[in-house]
């Protein structure tokens, strides 16, 4: 695995927006060890949030996000959709495209409107992360902009890294990215608790059935990132005759493989009107 500390190291990173996504990667980077506390300069609206993260984490907390913008050489936009426009205008004027890389990690926003809003030639990496990386197990996908070069999709793989795994996409591959790893979560955690239901309806106790349904959960995952196919993995766990084969038969009788394949269709279509 690439040391990522030698990649951002002396990066000065600026995150504009410390909602849930802005404050678990500063701690995902911090974490890591990718830069040191005084490297990172955060900015938001809500002072009350800021000053928390402030006194956490020991990072420069900025009056305004030109501030952040100006003090930083990678500016990380983690505001909603709605307020990006208004934030790349307020900091358009301090940004210089042979010093700055933009990274948007607001959903729908496309690469073309980031890059219309600010300087040409402007490097922008548009991110799609998921809710998991609030736990340091996410998803993220990179898209590059058309003036981002290999040197900045190492700086982003390397930040997101720190907060799970990283993949790079084409833009109009996001929509199904969406629907897979943005919107999966919803999915498995309907799994997870339908799971723990059973157990307790067979007498298991909420906790236990729980932490059994997530712990195997974690796993599963664990074994497929690992190398496992999950054909192959359910034919190890189906033996002949046994219990797990007489599950999966009540699972295909119901549809659930074509209920969620329906569902990453649905989402699919539905990110693409979104944006």
């Known amino acids: 695995m690439r040391r990522v500390s030698k990649i951002v190291n002396n990066k000065k990173i600026g995150v504009i927006g410390t909602g849930a996504m802005g404050s678990a990667l500063i701690r995902g980077f911090l974490k890591a060890g990718l830069v040191e506390p005084c490297d990172v300069t955060a900015s938001d609206v809500n002072n009350n949030t800021l000053q928390k993260l402030k006194e956490q984490f020991s990072v420069n907390a900025a009056v305004d996000n030109v501030e952040t913008a100006r003090n930083s050489e990678i500016v990380i936009v983690a505001v909603k959709p709605g307020q990006v426009k208004a934030v790349l205008e307020e900091i358009t004027p301090v940004i210089k495209a042979d010093h700055h890389l933009i990274i948007s990690v607001a959903a729908g926003v496309k690469i073309s409107f980031l890059e219309e809003n ?54 109009k591959e996001i929509d199904a990215v969406t629907a897979v790893s943005g919107c999966g979560p919803a999915y498995l955690a309907i799994v997870l608790e339908a799971l723990a239901d059973g157990g307790v309806k067979m007498g298991l106790s909420r906790q236990v059935a729980l932490e059994l349904a997530a712990q195997t959960m974690i796993g599963t995952g664990r074994m497929v990132l690992n190398g496992e196919h999950p054909a192959v993995l359910k034919d190890r766990v189906c033996s002949p005759g046994g219990s797990t084969i007489s599950g999966v038969h009540v699972l295909e009788k119901g549809g659930l493989r074509g209920v969620l394949l329906s569902a990453v269709e649905a989402a699919t279509k539905r990110s693409g009107e979104l944006q």
């Open 118 to 171: 600010l300087p040409a030639g402007t490097p922008v990496i548009r991110v799609m992360p998921n809710v998991p990386s609030l736990a340091g197990e996410g998803m993220s996908a990179l898209v590059m902009g058309s003036c981002a070069v290999e040197s900045h999709q190492k700086v982003a793989e390397a930040l997101f890294a720190a907060v799970g795994r990283v993949i790079v996409v084409s833009e």
